[in-house]
């Protein structure tokens, strides 16, 4: 962290702080500004902003607050680990796939077709993790007229907004409230401050929806730790060349381990934002946990696409180390792609980049 997030929490640590379960109101004012600055969102911070212990903490109150028992929820896949939150708040994942070959796109078609009677909600990820898939702002607006005329809820992970390099640009589902109005996003300062020892992030909602979520996180954790919130304040108002600088190198370090992919002969969706690639390992012949422990065999860790929903045979890949390791990591794979590097239980010192 920089010096400035620093001294604000150091300065914090000997403050004592009014109780105030839905967040600093400082902060809170600072992110309104932030999404009315930034995005054109007017947002008012008293009735539509609730601070969170990170993206997923917000995430699972949300779901549990506003679903029911026997819900089903429509989840376009690959997608990140919501499924656990799901079932947490007594309701059932329908994962719909992807286009792959249109670059893991969003089909509302497809997400139409498993609308049940007991859909209560959609779930996406924007942009996508594990894909790098950003939905235009014309397929959010056919998602959410899906979600329109069946009553859903639209819950979105918006996650890594800071983190798009490529494509139709992030459009936050917030631009689109006049299309369908019960949207709830979900959105992670840990990731778009490099603030992830922190746990700081925030629910964005309507106060119809809102105010059920902040009753639920008050039984939840009464609320987020002031010292934590004084230096998130800090790292949203101050300076941000610091973290600009290192968004500046990310699409140079996705293009070094797609280049090092291409070389191995392993196919993958160039993703448009993120930190990752979802890589078709299809050539290895392995899937599953067994494709994770023959890549970790050869110092290469990975996630395989099931832990996403989606198929077993790709594996997410983060591009976020330094250069010289990513190239590291596509050598590695060329060697085992080519037959070349020993059998899968030849042990390899790591690579962290990879993982």
Known sequence: MPEHVVEAARTAASEVFPRRSRGSAELRRAIASRLEAVHGLAVDPESELLIT??????????????????DEVVVPAPSYFF?????????????????ESRGWDHVPAAVEAAVTPAARALLICNPNNPTGYVPSRERLCQL??????????VFSDESYERYVWDGPGYVPQMLLRDHHPDLVTVTSLSKNYA???????????????LEPVHRAFEWD???????????????????????????ATMRARRDILRDGLESAGLVSVRPDAGIFAFVDCTPLGFQGRRLERLLMDHGLTALA??????????????????????????????ALTRGSAGSAGEARPPAPAAG
């Open 221 to 247: 954790a009464i609320n987020v730790g002031d010292v934590a919130q004084a230096a998130a304040h800090a790292v949203v108002t101050g300076p941000q060349q610091w973290i600009e600088r290192e968004f």
């Open 83 to 99: 499924d656990g939150m799901i079932r947490l708040a007594g309701a059932r994942p329908v994962y719909v796939p992807s286009d």
């Open 305 to 334: 696409g099931d832990a996403f929903a989606g198929p077993g045979t790709h594996v997410r890949m983060l591009y976020g180390g330094s250069a010289a390791s990513l190239e590291e990591v596509g050598r590695r794979l060329g």
């Open 53 to 70: 212990h990170g993206a997923q903490h917000g995430m699972s109150v949300a779901l549990r607050a506003l679903l029911s028992p026997g």
């Open 195 to 209: 603030f992830t020892s922190w746990r700081v992030g925030y629910v964005h909602a309507p106060a119809h929806l």
């Open 144 to 153: 959410l007229a899906v979600a329109a005329r069946h009553g859903l809820i």
